[in-house]
C-alpha cells in the first residue's frame, strides 16, 4: 500500500494535483446481467457474472475517459478496484487532467458535474441519483457513477490513501466448547483477511 501510494505521489509532484474523483459501482440489474441468469436466479447467485460484466462496463469506463476524452484531456490517473462487502464491485479514479481541461472556473465546473435535481419527468433515471454526477456517463453505464473536483491540494493525500487503503479485514472465532461448555473467546480470536465470491472470481479471472 506504502509503495502504490507513494508512485502515486510521484504523479502528483510530477503532474500536479487531481482534478476529478470519480467512484462506479456495479449495478446488479444491468441488463447482460438478468438477461444470463437462469430461472429462480439472483445476481447474488452468479458473481462470475456479475464481475464479468463490470470488468467489461469498466473498460468502456476507462475508454470513454482516457480515449475519447469525455470529460477532457487526462495528463495522469490512478485507479482500483474494490469490492463491497455485500460483493459488488466499485473502481475509484483519480484524474489529472491536461493544463486548459483543469476545473478553474464555475462554469468548468457546471460543464461536467451536476449536483442538482435533474428534472422527473425528463430524465427519470437522473432523478435517482442525489449525488454530484456526470449526465452523460449516468445514463450511458446507467449504475452509481459520483464524479466530483478535488478542491484543494490537502485532499490529495486523504484521497490517494482511500484509493489504496487496503482490502477488507473481519474479525471471525471459530470456537469449540471444552468440557464444561465453556468457551475461551480470547484464544479462539481470529484475525482476517475478508474475500467475497465476486472478488474471488475477480481475481482467478
Known amino acids: 500500500m506504502r509503495r502504490r501510494y507513494m508512485d502515486a505521489m510521484a504523479l502528483v509532484r ?8 470519480l ?5 446488479p440489474n444491468w441488463d447482460e446481467i438478468r438477461q444470463e441468469l437462469y430461472p429462480g436466479q439472483t445476481p447474488q447467485d452468479r458473481p462470475d457474472l456479475v464481475v464479468r460484466v463490470f470488468r467489461a462496463k469498466l473498460e468502456e469506463l476507462k475508454n470513454k475517459l482516457l480515449k475519447k476524452d469525455i470529460l477532457g484531456k ?39 458535474i451536476s449536483a442538482e435535481l435533474p428534472n422527473k419527468k425528463k430524465y427519470p433515471e437522473l432523478y435517482k441519483w442525489v449525488v454530484p454526477y456526470n449526465p452523460h456517463l449516468l445514463r450511458y453505464f446507467n449504475c452509481h457513477i459520483n464524479v466530483e473536483a478535488c478542491g484543494s491540494i490537502k485532499a490529495v493525500k486523504y484521497l490517494f490513501k482511500y484509493i489504496y487503503k487496503g482490502h477488507d479485514r473481519a474479525s471471525i472465532a471459530v470456537s469449540e466448547a471444552d468440557k464444561n461448555g465453556d468457551i475461551d473467546e480470547i484464544k479462539q ?15 482467478i479471472y
Open 14 to 21: 510530477r503532474y500536479g494535483k487531481p482534478d476529478i474523483f
Open 23 to 27: 467512484t462506479m459501482t456495479c449495478n
Open 74 to 112: 487526462v495528463r495522469a490517473y490512478v485507479y482500483v478496484v474494490e469490492f463491497q462487502k455485500r460483493g459488488l464491485p466499485h473502481a475509484h479514479f483519480l484524474l489529472i487532467m491536461e493544463g486548459r481541461y483543469k476545473l478553474t472556473c464555475p462554469e468548468q465546473y457546471d460543464r461536467l
Open 189 to 203: 480470536y481470529r484475525d482476517a483477511r475478508w474475500v467475497t465470491p465476486p472478488e474471488a472470481l475477480w481475481r
